[in-house]
């Protein structure tokens, strides 16, 4: 992050609920949270010791984006993303949180990861070449890495804590985690979001492999997507043109990294991973500003520029 940023952080230490991955979630009277990006990037359940530049405003003007064409679909926690609506004692801290932040609800978020898949690749391949299925879902025999599944598909995992790993639940699981009705709802949503956001990407060229959607209740009761929606964090994004099934994808996300670590960077897994390298970190800030400047039409660095 820039040394303003991180400086916006330290000034509302006071304020500080919670540290994820990637993103600082901070006290805002009784029913709000300011949630600030950072530059962190993570793989493997671990959090990188190199930081992406400018990746928190990256993933923050593209999940706003996608909340706007999600809008019909499911509501969201966003109450405002602009500085100037912020509360006055947040002012003093505008220019570092300009791009990178957003005031929002507090949500009460379920304790499932709702992943929705429309291509096999990752763990779903791993798990498919072990079992035949995927998160109990039966699949035909005879899939490849990048196949295009005969219907997308709600894949959930656990919610694990930082440093452990998400493990795959089949839908009776589910159901035993937060009842038939809510199980039905979060598969529901999961997949429409999906489909939505599948379809607009594929106008832009870019086919939407699978996504996280984190999901949760506001004070009412409504169901509302929290965190981030259909970043390159969250989601596989591969070029249309250039798919073949049977290898690793080309893509516009973080696997770039995930491929860096385990074929190029000497890593073996035992410990904590090693710095990225100079053009590893650049590579990777420009497979994220591309996602989002095919994905929106927008220049990113006019986003930079205005917040």
Same mark, same amino acid.
């Given at each position: 992050?820039?040394?303003? *940023?991180?400086? +916006? ?23 709000? /949270?300011?949630? !600030?990006?950072?530059?962190? #990037? ?15 405003? #990256? ?31 947040? +002012? ?20 499932? $990861?709702?992943? @929705? ?9 791993? =798990?498919?070449? $072990? ?9 035909? @025999? ?8 005969? =219907?997308? #598909? ?22 035993? $985690? !937060?009842?038939?009705?809510? *199980? ?8 429409? !979001?999906? @489909?939505? +956001?599948?379809?607009? *990407? ?6 939407? @492999? ?8 506001? %004070?009412?009761?409504?169901?509302? #997507?929290?965190? $981030? ?5 969250? &989601? ?5 043109? &250039? ?18 670590? /385990?074929?190029? %960077? ?22 994220? !500003? ?8 927008r220049d990113f660095a006019s986003y930079l520029r205005t917040g």
């Amino acid at each position: 992050m820039t040394p303003a *940023a991180a400086g +916006a952080l330290a000034g509302l230490a006071d304020r500080h609920v919670h540290s994820g991955k990637v993103r600082e979630l901070f006290a805002v009277g009784d029913d709000l /949270l300011l949630m !600030v990006a950072t530059d962190r #990037i993570s793989a493997f359940d671990y959090v990188l010791p190199t930081e992406i530049p400018d990746k928190g405003a #990256i993933l923050t003007a593209l999940s706003l984006w996608w909340f706007d064409q999600l809008a019909d679909v499911v509501p969201n926690h966003v109450v405002t993303a602009d500085v100037a609506d912020y509360p006055t004692d947040l +002012a003093p801290y505008a220019d570092a949180l300009r791009g990178r932040s957003v005031l929002c609800r507090r949500l009460d978020m379920v304790p499932v $990861e709702c992943v @929705a898949r429309g291509y096999l690749t990752g763990g779903g391949f791993t =798990e498919y070449v $072990e079992r035949g299925s995927v998160c109990g879902v039966e699949l035909p @025999a005879g899939l490849e890495d990048g196949s295009r599944l005969p =219907e997308p #598909i709600f894949t959930p995992t656990t919610k694990a804590p930082v440093g452990e790993h998400d493990q795959p639940m089949d839908f009776a699981a589910v159901v035993d $985690e !937060v009842g038939a009705e809510l *199980a039905q709802r979060l598969r529901a949503v999961t997949l429409d !979001v999906y @489909a939505r +956001a599948a379809s607009i *990407a594929e106008r832009a060229g870019i086919l939407l @492999a699978d996504t996280k959607v984190e999901l949760g209740r506001d %004070s009412d009761g409504v169901l509302r #997507i929290g965190d $981030e929606v259909l970043t390159p964090d969250s &989601s596989r994004f591969w070029p249309a043109d &250039s798919r073949q099934p049977g290898r690793q994808q080309p893509s516009y996300d973080k696997q770039y990294v995930r491929d860096w670590l /385990l074929h190029e %960077s000497g890593w073996d897994r035992s410990g904590p991973p090693p710095p990225l390298p100079d053009d590893v970190v650049q590579r990777t800030r420009q497979k994220y !500003v591309d996602a989002y400047e095919r994905l929106t039409g927008r220049d990113f660095a006019s986003y930079l520029r205005t917040g």
